[in-house]
């Protein structure tokens, strides 16, 4: 069964270091996402994209922030300077589109020293 | 702006009984509703989803869900639970741009 794949697992990185965390979303996805997870927390929306480009984003999700989709099959969220409140589970989603639900990956666990 | 509401964030039962995990949302459109279940260390896995029809849904592992727009709901039930049902469960929805939603989550605990 195809599936969403992320890596790395864990990253721990310091304040104010630069984080890539990459995902691989299923082969004939159109529409990716972002989304992460405080612990404790409820999992909140980052951002999607359709067609080379942010078709929405959160309030969250600010200049520190970006998205890319390098090369037609990664996609990767950049976090520019790493504070410690960035901690959290990322997760990666991708969908066909339309309303039928997206898939997950394991997410990546980010912890910010 | 849409909303999820779990109004229990735990829920203790023991195996073989009967389930229910409760879900409110609050909407000005028509909406798309999801159950997903993230077991321990694991991503989202998608349980059932309403789109539109029938307003009984059925999903993966024996649950299923009821669509009750009146009371904007969409309760989660299992007639039997396992102890392999242990896990976080969210309620998310979606409005057109398909950008999901989530509840604070509602972690079920099986006992035997």
């Known amino acids: 069964e195809p599936e969403v794949t992320q890596t790395p697992s864990h990253q721990v990185t310091q304040m104010g270091q630069e984080v890539i965390l990459r995902c691989v979303p299923i082969?004939?996805?159109?529409?990716f996402y972002w989304y992460r997870q405080i612990l404790g927390q409820k999992v909140e929306f980052l951002v999607s994209?359709?067609?080379?480009?942010?078709?929405?984003k959160s309030e969250i999700f600010d200049d520190q922030f970006s998205v890319e989709r390098p090369d037609g099959s990664n996609f990767t969220l950049k976090i520019r300077s790493t504070k410690l409140e960035d901690s959290a589970m990322y997760f990666c989603a991708s969908s066909q589109g339309g309303a039928v639900g997206a898939f997950f990956g394991q997410g990546t666990r980010l912890t910010v020293v | 702006a849409q909303s999820v509401t779990q109004l229990d964030s735990q829920v203790p039962v023991f195996e073989e009984a009967p389930v229910e995990l409760r879900c409110n949302y609050s909407?000005?459109?028509?909406?798309?509703l999801f159950w997903y279940v993230q077991y321990p260390n694991q991503g989202l896995q998608l349980l059932l989803k309403y789109l539109s029809g029938s307003t009984l849904v059925k999903g993966i592992n024996g649950f299923e869900a009821e669509f009750n727009k009146s009371q904007t709901s969409f309760h989660l039930r299992k007639p039997s639970v396992h102890i392999s049902d242990t896990a976080e469960y969210f309620c998310a929805v979606s409005e057109w741009n398909y950008k999901l939603t989530f509840g604070k989550g509602t972690l079920l605990t099986v006992n035997p």
């Open positions: 082969s004939n996805h159109l529409y």
């Open positions: 994209f359709y067609n080379n480009e942010i078709s929405e």
């Open positions: 909407s000005s459109v028509s909406v798309y």
